[in-house]
């Protein structure tokens, strides 16, 4: 059986032609490491469930799994540096090597670092084939085998569970809102201050990590329901915060005054998708503005955010993205490969986007614990130059940035996560 790519996975391939557009998940177990041992287990767990064999028929716009021989090798890592160093280290360059698809591929490829009497165990894989949920319910099932928790090696995956088009219900409601808010999300565009680009060919990715500790992170959920506002609001009014002296030139800008991020949105459950068996990608997302003045404070900033995902709740305004592909994927290919990379910083000029992933609500829906650690990671693609991917395990918040290095340099991300850190302990002072 073949299935048709749905949209997203079409503008995957057109920004994996830009930069390899790939992502990283990284869990600790909490056993020693058996290196043979592993290997077997993962290739016969992605053998089992058919994820092997990918090939991708970009002119029919369809995929297939053919299933046979993974014959993976796991990487083993040397700890010349500290654990986080090595992992900063291999996840920027695993962001950065793009995925063999001539012909049939295996879209995973695995990484350890050993601690002795537990280990870190990476999985990078092709964004197309898959959304962190889908991700980390496959690690779960890896790790549950590891420990011999489960001998189950297959879940029954669908692998083809259908475009957006044949998914999504129509909902008048929703279209309403689209049309009714579709000018206004033209004039924030239109107003807001575009990052530099050194080089727009330099698709080049740097990856920077961050971790908050659990009194820091409850400190955090205190804050946003005293003030009102989801944790998803306060994580945008944090990075536009952090970002804006970095954008202190929008201030002698006529029109161009406002700072934009954006934040991605899992759709499976308006789509109705099974979260459990469907091993795909069903993402959108929205983006939100301000103009972050100097008399702004944080909490004033993060109910203005909240007042603008209201309405894009209200009308699923996050859908409305699916759309955009459809019509920004045949624009760009009308443009020459210089021009594409020109596209979105120049019509969708964001300076940085969030992934949020609370691992406690997929992990543990079986009744499984958490596990010791867990890090995320996704490459900027051409889109947005920095992206902070939060992850919540165990009451602890960890922050994987991925960031466009001809927009950002290291020391702008020290600058950035300097701010955020600042912000964030000022909540946990002003708490006590």
């Given at each position: ?37 592993l290997e077997i287990m993962i290739n016969s767990y992605l053998e ?385």
């Amino acid at each position: 059986m073949e299935n048709r790519l749905n949209i997203f996975q079409r503008t995957v391939l057109v920004w994996n032609d830009m930069h390899p557009y790939n992502a990283v998940h990284i869990v600790k177990i909490q056993q020693p490491l058996n290196l043979p041992e592993l290997e077997i287990m993962i290739n016969s767990y992605l053998e089992d469930n058919q994820l092997t064999g990918l090939e991708i028929d970009r002119r029919k716009n369809r995929y297939y799994y053919h299933g046979g021989a993974a014959n993976l090798k796991i990487t083993a890592l040397e700890k010349s540096e500290g654990t986080t160093e090595t992992l900063i280290r291999e996840v920027r360059d695993q962001l950065n090597q793009p995925f063999n698809q001539g012909g049939e591929m295996t879209p995973f490829r695995f990484f350890v670092i050993d601690q002795e009497d537990s280990f870190y165990l990476g999985l990078v894989y092709f964004h197309l084939v898959a959304g962190a949920d889908s991700i980390i319910l496959l690690l779960k099932d890896l790790v549950n085998l590891y420990l011999k928790k489960s001998s189950d090696r297959g879940r029954e995956l669908e692998r083809y569970p259908g475009t957006y088009r044949q998914l999504m219900p129509f909902r008048f409601h929703d279209l309403i809102g689209w049309l009714r808010t579709f000018p206004g999300q033209i004039t924030r565009m239109r107003s807001s201050f575009r990052p530099r680009y050194s080089d727009y060919s330099d698709t080049e990715n740097g990856f920077h990590f961050l971790s908050l500790q659990a009194s820091e992170f409850i400190s955090l959920k205190k804050t946003a329901a005293l003030w009102k506002v989801t944790i998803n609001d306060l994580f945008l009014a944090l990075l536009l915060m952090a970002i804006s002296p970095l954008a202190e030139k929008r201030r002698q800008s006529k029109r161009r005054k406002n700072i934009s991020v954006a934040s991605i949105a899992n759709i499976r459950k308006d789509l109705s998708v099974d979260r459990s068996r469907t091993f795909s990608i069903f993402l959108g997302y929205f983006s939100v503005s301000h103009h972050v003045s100097e008399e702004t404070t944080l909490g004033k900033l993060a109910k203005a955010i909240n007042v603008q995902t209201r309405e894009i709740k209200k009308y699923r305004v996050y859908l409305r993205s699916i759309l955009e592909q459809y019509l920004a994927l045949p624009l760009l290919s009308l443009f020459s490969g210089q021009r594409q990379l020109k596209f979105y910083p120049k019509y969708y000029p964001l300076w940085a986007g969030i992934t949020n992933v609370n691992l406690e609500t997929i992990w543990d829906e079986a009744g499984d614990n958490s596990p010791a650690d867990y890090i995320r990671a996704v490459s900027t693609g051409p889109v947005c130059p920095l992206v902070f991917s939060f992850t919540t395990v165990n009451e602890t918040l960890n922050i994987g940035i991925s960031y466009r290095t001809a927009v950002y340099s290291a020391e702008d991300i020290e600058f950035i996560t300097g701010n955020f850190s600042k912000y964030i302990q000022t909540m946990v002072t002003k708490l006590k």
